[in-house]
């Protein structure tokens, strides 16, 4: 009987061969490009969240304070660049307060002083005797989400006068001007110059007993100046009631860069 011996096979080796150590090494190396981590943070899933919100941060842009807190925390309250229903080519300097608790969107008003950004209640024979009420804005309350600001916010504003319409008046809403009789005229003004928003048109009302008034655009309606008579009556903002003490309503803005 013949007999054939079968010449066996070497086993493969347990060390890898150099060219299959370069392979490893390369996919590990364009591992760590594409994802910023190396060998080590794959398959950490905290490591991968900070990654993930790090990547957000550097390529977002947030159209609220909430949003630019989540990318950024902590942040202090203060001025930060937004961005109109996060179009990246409307950008806009927002104020943002409270960033530890709620954050909350203010527009800063450059034209700040006396004749700037104020709402006045002018005393006359009605108010019993009181002093004209003149509240001065350096910041309004604006909506990111509809460019609508808050007449009635007064956080970062000034107030100085007293008279009284049924209740001490102390001050008045942002674009607001208002008179008791027929003598010197309800004033005010919002100029919105230096900011990237305008005041969009037919904004303003007459309302009143017998009262008449105007609120006139200018500077590409970034700037309206007011002013009313009436027994009693006002020009503010549609749907504005008594516009004094907090009572205001909302203002609609427009993009302008």
């Known amino acids: 009987m013949l007999t054939r ?13 150099p060219r299959s150590s370069a392979l490893v090494t390369l996919f590990m190396g364009l591992a760590t490009l594409s994802t910023g981590c190396d060998a080590s943070d794959v398959g ?10 790090e990547q957000r941060a550097l390529t977002s842009a947030p159209a ?3 949003e630019f807190k989540s990318a950024h925390s902590p942040a202090a309250d203060g001025e930060y660049v937004l961005y109109v229903n996060g179009d990246a080519t409307q950008p806009w300097t927002a104020y943002c307060h409270d960033m530890a608790g709620t954050p909350t969107e203010y527009l800063s008003l450059p034209s700040t002083g006396a004749a700037s950004n104020f709402s006045q209640y002018t005393a006359g024979y009605n108010n019993g005797g009181g002093s004209n009420v003149r509240t001065l804005y350096s910041k309004v309350r604006i909506d990111p989400a509809t460019l609508r600001v808050s007449t009635a ?6 107030s100085s006068g007293l008279l009284w319409h049924g209740l001490a008046v ?10 008791c009789d027929f003598g010197n005229p309800g004033l005010g003004n919002v100029d919105l110059r230096g900011t990237s928003f305008a ?10 007993y017998y009262a008449s008034g105007q609120a006139n655009y200018s500077s590409d309606n970034q700037v309206v100046d007011l002013w009313n ?3 009693c009556g006002w020009v503010s903002v549609q749907g504005a009631d008594h516009p004094f003490n907090e009572r ?3 203002l609609q803005l427009q993009y302008h860069p």
């Open 248 to 250: 205001g309503a909302q």
């Open 44 to 53: 950490t899933s905290g490591d991968a969240a900070n990654l993930r919100m």
């Open 199 to 208: 005041v969009a048109a037919n904004q303003f009302e007459v309302v009143g």
């Open 170 to 179: 102390t001050s008045v809403a942002y674009a607001s001007a208002m008179n």
């Open 153 to 158: 916010d007064q956080t970062f504003s000034s």
């Open 64 to 66: 609220s304070c909430q």
């Open 229 to 231: 008579r009436g027994e």
């Open 5 to 17: 011996n079968t010449p066996r096979l070497p086993l493969a080796s347990a060390e890898p061969s």
